[in-house]
């Protein structure tokens, strides 16, 4: 498998991004790799692959000592789930947190990724630190069914 060079700058950068996640809303891991360009040493179409694993790993670091200063809680996997066994510790934190953050889960134990999802943060912070544009978790609207009428005003 392929193995970050230097985890620790990503790491940061991630954490650094995970800050900005106001409460109340999530991002997912692929999000997050998406807006950050791929490590030096690391061939892109390698981090578009694993870049999401590595926003994962990144996680887990923190989330394993519950470092109090990032909202890890806050980061999902892109079905809208949380990716922690469900028996752990971390995982039942992970809910409990985002429940007293206002997040709902439905039957499937799944955030509606529409109503909740982090749409990234503002263009300044992106500039920078030298990030991509972030991608919206929402699914873009369907266009109305049938004939529209088009407004003259």
């Known amino acids: 498998m392929y193995t970050l060079p230097d985890p620790l700058p ?6 650094d ?5 106001p409460g109340g809303q999530v991002a997912t891991y692929g999000q997050i790799a998406a807006m950050i360009p791929a490590p030096d ?3 892109p179409a390698d981090y578009d692959r694993l870049g ?9 670091a923190v989330s394993r000592v519950d470092d109090p200063s990032i909202p890890w809680h806050r980061v999902i996997n ?4 949380i990716s922690l066994p469900d028996e ?9 947190r985002l429940r007293a953050e206002d997040v709902e889960f ?11 999802g982090w749409d990234g943060p503002d263009d300044a912070y992106i500039s920078a630190h030298g990030l991509k544009p972030p991608r919206s978790l929402k699914k873009p609207k369907a266009p109305p069914e049938g004939p529209v ?5």
Do not use: C, T
């Open 149 to 153: 009428q088009l407004s003259l005003f």
């Open 78 to 81: 892109s079905k809208g789930g």
């Open 10 to 15: 990503f790491y940061q950068l991630v954490w």
């Open 52 to 60: 999401p694993r590595w926003v994962g790993d990144a996680m887990n």
């Open 88 to 96: 752990s510790v971390s995982s039942a934190l992970q809910r409990a």
């Open 41 to 43: 040493g690391v061939d």
């Open 17 to 21: 991004i995970v800050r900005q996640i």
């Open 106 to 116: 439905d039957d499937h134990e799944r955030v509606d990724l529409d109503v909740f």
